[in-house]
């Protein structure tokens, strides 16, 4: 079993592409997206055409990718909603954030549908590898940011200004005992920090990072930070390729290359420079 992971990809159109197509080349039986998939002030409608599109047998594709002038994806992919589709779905337009209510002023009725068919990321289902266990074997777990929450950050601790790995403890108990004893494998997103970390027990938990945005800041508080940013330094697309080998997953953290200065030029235009300079270099701009 051999599957893609990815999260965040914010409407970050070519970043999309970019890693679909490296996708592509590596044997991957599975495409698992964990969410935050449309937000942001990029091309969030063309985004969700993009996904929408069945997938091609791979004897077709050359022929499709030759009429639509685009990567075609030749592989299933699964789908879990992050906050940001709870935010743009549920939330009154006038609560909603200004990239949300952005997003959402864009996405027609049908966008908004698919949006809503994507799984819950606290269904416990997804907890107890028991949502597809026909696609991904029943010893893989799945949530957005952690089990208990779309919001939480399960791999990292804000710190003053800064987002540090957790310890394992911290992890163990944002789990909250909702990972069974049988799960091998926990995909989370949210945070868009590419990570891994095996606890004692043996679980392998994956982070793919982020497709389409590799730096924000959040004021959100936290115990020990009323404001942090996530930097990843690198303006490259980033997924997951894991693998099961010998009754063990191992993961292979990815970093794509892609023409970010066309979704950067993008976010200037819609007067998000907050953006712009992330997409341009992986960092957030100081004052």
């Known amino acids: 079993m051999r599957l893609a992971l990815v999260s965040d990809i914010h409407g970050n159109l070519a970043a999309l592409e970019a890693v679909m197509q490296d996708i592509e080349r590596r044997q991957v039986h599975q495409v698992v ?3 935050d998939t449309l937000s942001g002030p990029l091309l969030p409608v063309e985004t969700a055409q993009r996904l929408r599109r069945p997938a091609v047998p791979k004897a077709l ?3 499709v990718r030759s ?6 994806s030749t592989l299933p992919w699964l789908h879990v909603a992050g906050n ?3 935010q743009v779905l549920r939330l009154p337009l006038p609560r909603q954030s200004p990239t949300d209510a952005y997003t959402s002023s864009q996405l027609t009725d ?12 606290c269904d416990p289902r997804l907890h107890q590898g028991a949502m597809w266990p026909d696609r991904l074997g029943s010893d893989v777990a799945l949530c957005h940011g952690s089990p208990r929450s779309d919001i939480e950050y399960l791999l990292e601790t804000p710190v003053g200004e800064e987002a540090r790995l957790a310890t394992s403890a911290d992890i163990e108990e944002r789990l909250d005992g909702r990972i069974p004893p049988h799960i091998g494998l926990l995909v989370c997103g949210h945070t868009h920090v590419p990570r891994s970390v095996r606890l004692g027990r043996g679980l392998l ?7 389409g945005l590799p730096a924000y800041d959040d004021d959100h508080p936290y115990p020990l930070s009323s404001y942090h940013r996530i930097e990843n330094g690198s303006p490259d697309a980033r997924y997951a390729v894991v693998e099961k080998r010998n009754g063990r997953w191992i993961c292979d ?14 976010a200037d235009q819609r ?6 300079f992330a997409l341009r270099t992986g960092y957030m701009p100081r004052c």
């Open 33 to 35: 997206n964990l969410g």
């Open 253 to 266: 953290l990815i970093s794509v290359p892609y023409d970010h200065e066309s979704m950067a030029l993008l």
């Open 110 to 121: 049908a966008d908004k549908a698919w949006l809503a068919s994507h799984a819950d990321p």
């Open 271 to 276: 007067n998000r420079p907050d953006w712009a």
């Open 61 to 63: 594709s050359p022929a």
């Open 84 to 86: 940001h589709e709870r």
């Open 67 to 72: 009429t639509e002038g685009s990567p075609v």
């Open 205 to 211: 938990i994956v982070n793919p990072g982020s497709v």
